[in-house]
């Protein structure tokens, strides 16, 4: 197959490419029972500044095995290996090539159509192959999701994540490794309501908490209305 704008392209006057590529293959896709999909992911950013090209790649593999044990007990199994990569023409020191690894596991129990549970666990490794940063990081959650038909919509979900980190924090690479959190003891928290106000009206809430080892926490919120035609 031809990939359109795979690769490096030569035109100078170009200033920026972004490209973005998913394929999904889907087994036992409408059992609901069981099934499995795979989804290959690569997403492709060059842009040109003053001093000089920046390039930016990420490539995923998910591999997802859903397993319904029952009525209201549902298996969700979500392996995802990958790389991302940055390259800097100029800020060579800020290059990075990490190599991803996560899984997740998410036992839900749904007693009801309007009401859903789950607890989730999930394993990450991300390893800088240009250099010697490490990060491992452990996150156990709960969710609970509850909807009424036609009116309104709740999520409520807590995050217990340990982070393992063996390099200085205030680097390029650690930000993207860490994702805003600190290595040690980490938890973060989502609050969302969204309630139908009239036939074409929607009106959402969100509340994001976080808080990591020798800080404070962060919280932030928002409302946003919605017109449906």
């Not at 499995?36 to 060059?46: F, L, P």
């Not at 990569?85 to 090539?97: A, I, L």
């Not at 980490?186 to 969204?194: G, H, I, P, R, Y």
Request: proline share 3%; net charge positive; aromatic share 10%.
């Amino acid at each position: 197959s031809v990939i359109p704008l795979d690769g490096v392209l030569p035109d100078s006057s170009l200033v920026s490419v972004n490209s973005s590529l998913r394929n999904t293959f889907s087994f036992n896709k409408t059992s609901p029972v069981f099934g499995i999909d795979y989804m290959y992911s690569n997403n492709k950013n060059r842009i040109l500044l003053v001093n000089g090209i920046d390039t930016r790649n990420t490539i995923l593999h998910d591999i997802r095995l859903r397993w319904n044990l029952g009525r209201m007990i549902t298996f969700v199994n979500d392996f995802q290996p990958g790389i991302r990569t940055y390259h800097s023409e100029y800020f060579s020191n800020k290059n990075y090539e990490i190599d991803l690894l996560s899984n997740e596991t998410r036992l839900s129990y749904q007693p009801k159509n309007t009401l859903r549970t789950s607890i989730i666990y999930s394993y990450g490794s991300k390893k800088n192959s240009l250099a010697t940063e490490v990060c491992e990081d452990h996150n156990l959650a709960a969710e609970v999701k509850f909807n009424i038909v036609r009116k309104a919509s709740l999520q409520f979900r807590i995050d217990y994540i340990r982070i393992q980190y063996n390099s200085d924090m205030n680097t390029p690479v650690a930000y993207v490794m860490l994702e805003g959190f600190n290595p040690g003891n980490n938890a973060s928290w989502l609050l969302m309501v969204q309630r139908s106000i009239s036939d074409n009206l929607q009106l959402s809430l969100n509340y994001n908490g976080r808080i990591s080892e020798g800080t404070q926490a962060v919280h932030t919120g928002g409302v946003q209305i919605r017109a449906l035609f």
